[in-house]
């Protein structure tokens, strides 16, 4: 076997011309070829100062991203919230012709086609009470109407048996 395939990676310090240096090395056997890496200790806390700005800036960068998703959720959330409300003030105030719409397949969606069915259902009942209070009226006035009537028939008679009797 030769150098490529039996040597393996590593990481040595070494005194090269009065300084010190750290080595590092990886061997691609494929390519049969070995890279080194060449770095002075000084430069590590440089390094590491570096990589501490870039952690904290990206940690900043992380926060400010969960805030702005979560603002965003939150007041499309209160929106459609604040529209379901609105309807229901409307109602309230006794305008029966709401119907609240609002997007997704949530429970806020599910609330707001859930109260525009009990409009519909409300309207529908009131549209019931008002055909049974039209037919009670109907009859009542049919009814005052046969007592006229049958009065009215009784006095004719009346008149005309007492007509009928002075003329002998």
């Not at 990886?26 to 700005?53: D, E, H, M, N």
């Not at 609002?102 to 309207?123: L, Y």
């Amino acid at each position: 076997a030769g150098f490529f395939e039996t040597a393996s990676d590593g990481v040595s310090m070494e005194r090269i011309g009065g300084n010190t240096y750290i080595i590092a090395w990886s061997v691609v056997p494929r390519l049969k070829i070995a890279l080194f890496r060449v770095v002075s200790p000084r430069s590590i806390p440089g390094t590491i100062a570096s990589l501490r700005i870039a952690a904290f800036l990206l940690m900043l960068l992380s926060v400010a991203m969960m805030f702005l998703i979560i603002d965003f959720a939150t007041r499309r959330m209160v929106n459609r919230l604040v529209t379901v409300m609105d309807g229901m003030r409307k109602v309230r105030a006794g305008d029966l012709s709401v119907s609240v719409e609002v997007g997704g397949d949530d429970e806020v969606a599910e609330m707001a086609h859930i109260f525009t069915e009990m409009v519909g259902k409300i309207n529908s009942l009131i549209a019931e009470i008002k055909a049974e209070q039209e037919l009670v009226t109907v009859t009542e006035i049919r009814a005052m109407q046969n007592q006229i009537n049958a009065h009215f028939l009784y006095n004719v008679l009346g008149h005309i048996k007492f007509a009928a009797l002075l003329e002998e």
